[in-house]
């Protein structure tokens, strides 16, 4: 019995996303190619490891101990990878990298632009997620960028660069009532239908401190939208007022408008470099905080 590693990867990012689809997404790959690769592993183990249930799936006992051997896997093949890699002269090789939504979504791009063209040889492996999921894979990825208050057990395991102080904003269609003001305060907002991020995510995390601390009781959360993208196509939609960095409206936007929060809701920005990055990874944060730290500061 061989089990292809590709098919390994596709059961990880199954049982990690919760989906078929989102599997495929995050593997970027059809969900045909990787509904097959899931079929030909389970005929290779000769065991159901999952079943669907709903839109999602769930484990089944086999299938639960096989993602904990998988995992092992994975880590060894990082491990092999890093290793492999510095065995370079440092021009060539992999950087595996873990961003929050805001930062890999608008502040990544044209920073890794930049980087290319100065190390071509060198390849970024960047997955997008909540900061949350950020501090959590620190302990397999070189590197992790977030803006969101760091977790006490974060400066045990990493150095922490800080890269600057990220500003929320409110985002709402160019026709709303309130754009009538150049600022919006939360008891404002509590008047009007929200639509929230998901949880784990550093913006969610830092509104619901405030809204606690001066609204003195939780927010009424009646719309989640997981990421970004969501958020703004749900206000397109008319669904709410969204809340989000004040990097994440797009260039040539027609439709929304954003206005500051009063107070400002302000976070900070850090890059993570653990003890076990590569010397790779070193490289990429000499190019990365300078470059960050200009492009956040212009805002």
């Known amino acids: ?18 989906s078929v689809s989102a599997a495929a997404k995050s593997r970027c790959l059809t969900q045909p190619a990787i509904s097959n690769q899931l079929k030909r592993l389970q005929d290779t183990v000769g ?55 805001t930062i890999a979504g608008s502040l990544l ?23 949350q999921q950020v501090f959590e894979r620190m302990k397999h990825h070189d590197l992790g960028l977030v803006e969101s208050p760091l977790p006490s057990s974060v400066p045990e395991c990493c150095t922490v660069i800080h890269l600057g102080e990220d500003k929320l904003v409110t985002v709402m269609p160019i026709n709303h009532a309130l754009t009538t003001h150049t600022s919006i305060t939360l008891d404002q907002l509590e008047d009007y239908p929200l639509v929230w991020r998901e949880q784990g995510s550093g913006t969610r995390d830092i509104l619901e401190r405030a809204w606690m601390a001066t609204l003195g009781q939780p927010p009424r959360i009646q719309l989640c939208m997981g990421g970004i993208s969501a958020v703004l196509e749900s206000v397109r939609q008319g669904l709410g007022i969204g809340m989000v960095s004040q990097f994440c409206l797009p260039t040539g936007e027609s439709i929304l408008t954003t206005r500051p929060l009063h107070p400002q809701l302000l976070r900070p920005m850090s890059l993570l470099q653990p003890s076990h990055a590569s010397p790779l990874a070193k490289i990429l944060v000499d190019f990365l905080v300078p470059y960050l730290r200009s492009r956040i500061d212009s805002n």
């Open 1 to 18: 019995m061989t089990i292809h590693p590709d098919h390994l990867a596709s059961f990880i990012a199954l049982v990690q996303t919760g």
């Open 47 to 101: 065991m159901p490891l999952y079943r669907r249930q709903g839109r999602g799936v769930q484990l089944t006992g086999i299938g639960e101990t096989f993602y904990l051997h998988a995992l092992k896997v994975q880590q060894s093949m990082f491990d092999l990878n890093r290793f492999a890699d510095e065995l370079h002269d440092l021009q060539a090789g992999r950087i595996y990298l873990s961003a929050s939504q």
């Open 109 to 131: 791009p044209a920073a890794l632009a930049s980087f290319h063209q100065k190390y071509p040889k060198i390849e970024v492996f960047v997955d997008s997620m909540n900061s």
